[in-house]
């Protein structure tokens, strides 16, 4: 009764007359917090016309619970079903079983952790509060997906893409490839690659078929009807003064080029040098002798000299060219000049290093500009090549065991492609257009996960072994799995504990694991971005192609460090060591670093290097082309290391005057115009703090303490409410709260790993794999094997 009158009493919206701690001990006993109930004393010591607000009045019939609490007081303002802020309505679901809306709750979770709501300058409460209330809803959450998983349902037909096609042919046929002049570049999906490649227009079908015909001609070195060649372009920015990595010391310039001759015989190599734009060969002032060499062998020196008058400069380049013998297969062929003796020169300022620009910093000496490779001639067969070897595992010695050993070589299903060709040109003839349907067949260019015949629609199965194989060796590879792996999966085997955790860690030991250092993190740390990146010369004229590789391979080794030394995770965010050559040390100004060649350089306390968040490749890619972006950079942190996103800007909302740093008004300040929006302050009062830290490194990773004669103000925040100053302060704030960073890589991970998108119905394995893996410092190998024994890895969801 007494509770019924209570209720009565709150929806008619009337005060319940109680006051003293007789009226808040039965306010208590019937269901409502201490909050409500003092709420409510203190109203009914107002005039009695005054109403009662009614999200302040909320009334749970089921006992307090930090949930429930946190929601009347935090939260019902906006996400009742009035304002329903974010599309979120907790005043409605607030008083049910968590489990009955996971999706909702499983947003709040993410929101919470990240300490991101409430928003800042609301109510906030205290770390404890957050901890309980986080701790209550997540057990509930893994709790009920424990005992009904939801692994979701990853597409039936995925089409290998670029980066797939490419190691697979390398792993099938011992031959490498370059996918990206085959294949047109693959769309990205919730950040990577391998998600949306479910379909196969006309147009790229021909492509592939293309490819195929290219690659099982060369894999099993067929004979041309003529000669063929390639072409191969050095990037016009590329500095050519010092030492190239991979060429002999003593040479400057010119470039490795691993290539794959089709067949035995003859080439011709021409060699072009590099114009300024009155077609004047650049630097070209004395005498140069330019080296042609085979797997390092010289195979011709040609001199290099000014055309008298400086006009046929045609003529130099006639004479760059040779006639030489290659076997058949995989080579390097390389161009380079002899270095003459460097001069130190004695300047007020330091040197630029950059010299490919024709009036800012022109070429003090020629550079290459193309070769050209062309062949062959005067064939002499199709040689002994790692291709032929793997493809050609037996030879027939008379007519009648062709048949037997192409079946072999090709299996029962390719029997009809050998037979077309065969009857024409040959046997060989015959391999190679069988090979060619092999890799334009179904079951090579896509992975094909069926459901069972037996399983019932909507329910829930454990993949085979077969495509648990598939799954790993395409997320740890990126490429098809092994004879090893396979023949554990045959044996029915891999889904094993023990045995699925010795082929991660053989996996993970084996040379193709840098796939995860590359086509994974290239894509998670937006290093693709590298390709395009130009950076106003006017203002950085030191920028050239050498600081953009050397930018991604410094990245590229630390990441590779981490995962083969099995390191924590969190020394991706702050470490004492990096990778540097010559010129990307200086450009961090790190003294006492010589030449072409990455190694591991130690770096001590006062170092302004060691970490993702202070290299050149992050930095670089997060800003504009003539001045840094803590928007983009606080964008970045918050999507790619906690895992918040913010949402997409509101239309109409008015950009920046222009992308350059006025010098009467800072970006901070400039920056503030948009805080002080209504429409723009909830997304950048995310951003800007966190990306305000790291101004202390330009648009091109170079540390730096003032800009335009003032002191640089690094001051930032994370959404947590964590304030601090500069880079260590960001590093700091992310390891305290290791579970957000270790999180996020853990999706990402998933993503990459599943070809889907992480969804709510994931975040309880998330969960588990952080929680497992904190017990092991959150080493790499800890969150790849949680993943790999995860209920998204390894079952599925049927139609």
Known sequence: MLEDLVKSLVVSRCVIPVSGSLGIGLMAGIGLSFFDATSLVAQSEKPFKEELPVQRAKVSWRSPSPVNSLVNQYCADCHDSEMKKGGLDLDSISDEDVTRHPDAWERVVRKLRARQMPPAGKKRPDEHTYDATLAELASSLDRAASKHPNPGRTETFRRLNRAEYENSIRDLLALDIDAAALLPKDDVSHGFDNVSVGNLSPTLLDRYISAAQKISRLAVGAPHRAPGGDTIRIRPDLTQEEQVEGLPVGTR????????????????????????????????HETHELELLLDRERMKLCTVAPPPGHKDYESVDGKLKARIPVTAGPHQLAVTFLKHPSELLETKRQPYNAHFNMHRHPRLTPAIYQISINGPYESKGPG??????????????????????????????????????????????????????????????????????????????????????????????????????????????????????????????????????????????????????????????????????????????????????????????????????????????????????????????????????????????????????????????????????????????PALKDNTVSATLSVRQRLAEHRANAACAGCHSLMDPAGFSLENFDAIGRWRSFEEGLPIDASGGLPDGSAFTGVSGLEDGLRNRPELFVGTLTEKLLTFALGRGVETFDAPAVRKIVREAQAKDFRFSSIVLGIVNSSPFTMRRSL
């Open 253 to 284: 310039g010119g470039t490795v080029l691993p290539y794959t001759f089709p067949r035995d015989g003859e080439y011709d190599i021409q060699i072009r040098l590099a114009r300024d734009r009155n077609e004047e060969i650049e630097g070209l």
């Open 384 to 653: 002994d090549t790692p291709s032929r070897r793997r493809v050609f595992v037996c030879q027939p010695t008379k007519p009648g065991e062709e048949e037997s050993c192409a079946e072999r070589i090709l299996s029962n299903l390719m029997r009809r492609a050998y037979r077309n060709a065969r009857a024409e040109e040959g046997f060989e003839a015959g391999i190679e257009a069988a090979l060619s349907a092999v890799l334009i067949s179904p079951e090579f260019l896509f992975r094909i996960e069926q459901d069972p015949a037996e399983a019932a629609p909507n329910t829930v199965y454990r993949i085979s072994d077969l495509a648990l194989a598939s799954r790993l060796s395409f997320f740890l590879w990126s490429s098809i799995p092994d004879d090893e792996l396979l023949e554990t999966a045959i044996r029915g085997e891999l889904h094993k504990p023990r045995v699925l955790e010795k082929q991660v860690r053989r996996m993970l030991a084996d040379s193709r694991s840098r796939n995860l250092a590359s086509n994974f993190a290239e894509q998670w740390l937006y290093l693709r971005n590298l390709e395009s990146l130009s950076p106003d010369l006017r203002l950085f004229p030191d920028f050239d192609d050498n600081l953009r590789q050397a930018f991604r391979k410094e990245t590229e080794m630390f990441l590779e460090a981490v995962l083969r030394d099995d390191r924590s995770v969190l020394d991706l965010l702050k470490a004492d060591y990096t990778f540097l050559n010559e010129r990307l040390a200086k450009h961090y100004g790190i003294p006492h670093v010589y030449g072409s060649r990455f190694r591991r350089v130690a770096l001590d306390r006062e170092s302004q290097r060691g970490g993702l968040l202070r290299q050149g490749s992050v930095l670089a890619v997060t800003s504009y082309a003539t001045r840094t972006s803590p928007v983009i950079r606080g964008k970045w942190i918050l999507e790619n290391l906690l895992g918040t996103p913010p949402p997409p800007p509101l239309p109409n909302v």
